[in-house]
């Protein structure tokens, strides 16, 4: 695997694969000694042309557990503000020697356009590009679904997709980047993956993805999903009003205590986060026992682990595990 950029070309038997080892790299969460020395010598450049304190911390401490040499550059004070393009950025970023580029910009395709140029040689991870993809969100979210499918089976996570599973995501599905590599993601593993949203806030094509689209939460809800991934509303990319205020997008898509009463007793509640606990999400859902958003900032880093181990060395078992 030399590049992810995003889930829609990323296959069943490569994401199982980096799910498992993902799964060998959590185990390296309960050492003493939190660190494996598999990218010892090696350099990973978090390029990150958007704010993300959650992505790129997890990116970092994923790096620095396989003993990797890190470098963080934020576009923000950099030459980047003052009008360097990414071609000059990679071209430095390549002179200084970087193995691994993880980045994260806001225009959709960046990942893509510089990892099929001959700017640099560095591995390529996209950590969010605009509206398009975040792989590695997606395969931390598909890890947390598998291990709480596993359990509830009592068998090990370990080979398994999510065959016969239920997701529901909920909300600002056409600015939501997670949304569209977790369909592809989770269809891909065998998942049932329903979208719910007013139609404000579903993209043009949707019905081409693979996957259910409805209108009414409480109608996806009563069929029993095993998870149901709420969206944040990212009020910073709409430049109109999509939904008639606060209170009416909460009341009919938010999900609230009686919302949660009424799904199933194996039912997970997601979110890639960060929450606006109020709007999309109560408080009562965000920290109720049935939460998993905990569980996938965890996880994230276990995935973010394998991602890196496996463009970097290309080999199935870490070194040191």
Request: a neutral charge; aromatic letters at 4%; proline letters at 5%.
């Amino acid at each position: 695997m030399r590049h992810l950029l995003d889930t829609v070309n990323l296959s069943r038997e490569d994401a199982i694969r980096i799910l498992d080892v993902a799964e060998t790299m959590g185990d390296v969460a309960g050492r003493e000694v939190k660190k494996l020395p598999a990218l010892r010598g090696r350099t990973v450049v978090n390029l990150f042309f958007e704010d993300s304190t959650r992505t790129r911390i997890s990116f970092e401490a994923a790096a620095k557990r396989l003993s990797a040499d890190v470098i963080n550059f934020s576009a923000k004070g950099s030459s980047v503000s003052k009008g360097e393009s990414l071609k000059d950025t990679a071209q430095t970023l390549q002179a200084m020697g970087a193995d691994a580029v993880v980045i994260r910009h806001p225009a959709s395709g960046a990942a893509q356009r510089l990892a099929r140029t001959d700017w640099i040689d560095a591995a390529v991870v996209n950590a969010g590009d605009g509206t398009h993809a975040h792989p590695t969100q997606a395969l931390l979210d598909a890890l947390t679904l598998r291990r709480e499918l596993a359990a509830r089976d009592g068998v090990s996570p370990t080979g398994r997709g999510l065959d016969g599973a239920r997701v529901v995501i909920v909300g600002d599905v056409v600015h939501s980047r997670v949304a569209r590599s977790d369909v592809w993601l989770m269809h891909r593993l065998g998942a049932r993956v329903t979208l719910v949203a007013p139609p404000t806030l579903l993209p043009v094509g949707v019905e081409s993805w693979p996957c259910d689209v409805e209108l009414d939460l409480d109608r996806a809800l009563a069929a029993g999903p095993d998870a149901v991934m709420m969206l944040r509303v990212q009020a910073e990319r709409m430049q109109s009003s999509f939904f008639p205020s606060v209170a009416e997008y909460s009341r009919r898509w938010g999900l609230d205590a009686p919302r949660l009463a009424v799904l199933p007793p194996q039912s997970i509640v997601m979110h890639p986060g960060p929450m606006n606990r109020g709007l999309e999400i109560s408080a009562a859902a965000a920290d109720s026992p049935r939460s998993r958003v905990l569980a996938q900032v965890a996880n994230g880093v276990s995935v973010r682990m394998a991602v890196l181990y496996l463009v970097l060395s290309g080999a199935n078992t870490p070194e040191g595990a």
